[in-house]
Nanobody
């Protein structure tokens, strides 16, 4: 079992930055591919970014490329999502997730473990 706890969300003006953290416990995340998803009110949960456990390869949805950066610190058992140049359309609850596949998955049903989410609100 892997327990995931997100933190770092909040209210920020458009153009601002936030850094989300996802702290894992129960097992080391060094052998898990990690992902960040988000869900806005009335919308489906969508993939934002992922980082593999082999080679720490990364992948982003098009709308956040160049603005968001996913990273991992296996020694701290933590994954991060640095979000810059935030836009009002980035407003959502952000979730951290883990799966044991060696490559990045972009659909939520392929992830085994989830955090409780952290709210990100970007004002215009």
């Amino acid at each position: 079992q892997v327990q995931l706890v997100e933190s770092g969300g909040g209210l920020v003006q458009a153009g601002g930055s936030l850094k989300l953290s996802c702290a894992a416990s129960g097992r080391t995340i060094s052998s898990y591919t990690m992902g960040w998803f988000r869900q806005a009110p009335g919308k489906e949960r969508e993939f934002v970014a992922g980082i593999s456990w082999i080679g720490s390869k990364t992948y982003y949805r098009n709308s956040v490329k160049g603005r968001f950066t996913i990273s991992r610190d296996n020694a701290k058992n933590t994954v991060y999502l640095q979000m810059n140049s935030l836009k009002p359309e980035d407003t959502a609850v952000y979730y951290c997730a883990a799966n044991s596949a060696p490559s990045i998955r972009t659909t939520s049903n392929e992830y085994d473990y989830w955090g409780q989410g952290t709210q990100v609100t970007v004002s215009s």
